[in-house]
C-alpha cells in the first residue's frame, strides 16, 4: 500500500496523523481564526479539511511555536492558507512579496490580525 501512496499521503498517515487530526482544534484557539470570523468565514471552513488527507488545502502554512505552554504538544500556534499580504495604509491587503512577508512576520510576533483585541 506504501508504494501505491504519494509522499504527503506517506508523510500524513505514517508518522504525523495525529499532528494533522489536532491542528484544526488548535487552530480554532487562537486569535487568527476569530478574527476572520469564526467558522463562518472561509478560512474557518476549510480548517477542518486539515485533517483529511483527500481534502487537504494547499498552499497550507503551519506556523510552529515552541516558546508559549499551550503549544507544547504540537508547536502549532498558527494555520492559515493562501493568505493575503499585510494590511497597508489605505486598509487594503497588498500582494507584493514585501507585504505577504509582513503577515508571516505578524503571523511569528503575534501582532495585527492574529492578535487578541485585533480591530479592523
Request: hydrophobic content about 30%; some cysteine.
Amino acid at each position: 500500500m506504501i508504494g501505491t501512496q504519494t509522499s504527503f499521503k506517506q508523510y500524513f498517515y505514517g508518522r504525523h496523523s495525529d499532528f494533522f487530526e489536532q491542528a484544526p482544534t488548535l487552530a480554532e484557539n487562537r486569535p487568527y481564526f476569530n478574527n476572520l470570523g469564526g467558522t463562518t468565514s472561509g478560512y474557518g471552513q476549510l480548517l477542518p479539511n486539515i485533517g483529511d488527507v483527500e481534502a487537504f488545502q494547499t498552499p497550507t502554512s503551519f506556523l510552529i511555536d515552541w516558546s508559549y505552554a499551550e503549544h507544547e504538544t504540537y508547536g502549532i500556534a498558527e494555520v492559515f492558507f493562501n493568505y493575503d499580504g499585510r494590511l497597508g495604509p489605505t486598509g487594503v491587503a497588498g500582494t507584493d512579496s514585501y507585504s505577504l512577508a509582513g503577515t508571516l512576520c505578524d503571523a511569528w510576533n503575534h501582532k495585527g490580525i492574529f492578535a487578541t483585541g485585533y480591530k479592523k
